[in-house]
């Protein structure tokens, strides 16, 4: 294995581990509850590993994408199901991410807000048309790397460490709210994204990993996404440390930018803005990339960014359809941050669909020999599949009690 | 004498990919054809297209699926198939058997812009 292939693939998973929904649950979570919803993102965190590792393990070793596998071991009905629920997600998430994108540009610019999102829409189309896909991951991985920011900023602020330690677990003395849970329940969907591992697992084909791979795989997975969830607590703690205090409501990116303008003046802002633009835009292409991803897998069509367009016709369609839908929810002028409340809590209902057909096959030793699960994955994997189903069933009504969790 | 691995109709041919000679997917086993032979049923075809996968769904999904999608399957023979796997690999050509007709459309569309 390449050092500098494992270097990048590293900085790239951690640089692209954040999007606009957990940006701003993270930091409403600290600003709300101070820290005492930390727990969640190692909770969630070690769940996304856990699963994204099986699926890019599948994927290294029989070459099989996700929604492959859920069209085969779901059943039809359930699959078709999952399919047309994963577009919606996705679809929402994109638009949710354009209009953060189109926010960042507003802030920075000036220019009318649905022009930006025009141009969003325009910049991104081209960047999915011209860039191979090995850049793609590199140019808004990287640069997503500029919210470490946030991770000098919640040090700088100067947090009661004890008190970080605390948040690591759940307190059971505390009296809990509704509120409490349709925030845990939002902040670990938020981690656990089910676009994240349709993309990982059909990237890491678009790669030709193979057998030889999976200790690649790994070692992306662990250490990219640990350092991701460390970006993500590192949010809780400019919520609690920075907006707590000012009972100032994160509720929009610009805002989000004041915690790192607080702590670092113009410079932390402008690293702030630009890691957000990266890390949303990234978000976007990845969504609208998923889509098509999950379209032509169930239904069997050629696929793949390394494809020339003409030999892909109807999955280039896809992406570019999804771009385009999602320009249109975001022109319609709904607030990003709202978009994203709601993709993310639906998210969470079609989890378990997701990862039951990931779990199946990574643990057939039947179809995956030697790289089957061991027992550590498979109690790891049975105990999200099981956390996750019931997070999903309690999603929705937790939705309409806490009315889009304003209490 | 060696027994024979069971094979699983539902599990290992419905829903698999089906893959042309050149390696190209073009489709799903949406439904698969048996007819009656003197050794008992046998597969006759694998059907493809959302007249074939349009019937697996209830009643009323079903008439939704037809009026947006159509009637449209692509019948092919079992002699066609050359080996199951992971994906169900045929000895023709995808166009041979009408099967991928609209991606090579969209295909012939998108190869008048640039750097397709």
Redesign the interface.
Known sequence: MKFAEIFLGILTAMGGFVEIGELTFTLNAGQQFAWSLLWVVPLGTIGIMVYCEMAGRIAAV???PVF?LV??RAG??S??LTLIASLAVNLLTCAAEIGGVALLLHLVLGSPYRLLILATFAMLLLVV??VSFKWIERIFGLGGLLLIVFLVAAVYLGPDWSKVAQGLLPDANARETVLDFFYAVALLSSIMLPYETYFYASGGIEDEWKPSDVGLNRLVVFVGFALGGLLAASLVGVGTEYFGPRQIEPQSPGAAALGAAHAFGETGLLLALGGMFFAFGGAAIETSLSSAYNL?Q??????GKHL???????F??SWIATFALATLVALSGVNPVTIVEYSIVFSVVILPFTYFPVLAVASDRNIMGDHANGWLANALGWFYLVLITAAGIAALPLLVLTQGGRG | MKKLKPFDLA?DLL????VDVDE?????VDDIELEHTSHGLAVAALLVGPGA?AQ???ALARIGARAVFGRGRVRVPIDEVTRIE?VVQLRSRAAQLGL?I??????????R?P??
């Open positions: 029989r070459s099989r492959a069209r085969e039809f009905d699959a078709l048309w011209f032509a169930f239904a069997g069509w050629p696929w020339p367009r003409r030999h892909a016709g109807r280039t369609l | 599990r829903d698999h990919e089906l190209v997917p073009c489709g799903r996968w697996r769904l209830p992971d991928g609209l991606d090579r459309r969209v295909g012939r569309w998108l190869a812009l750097r397709s």
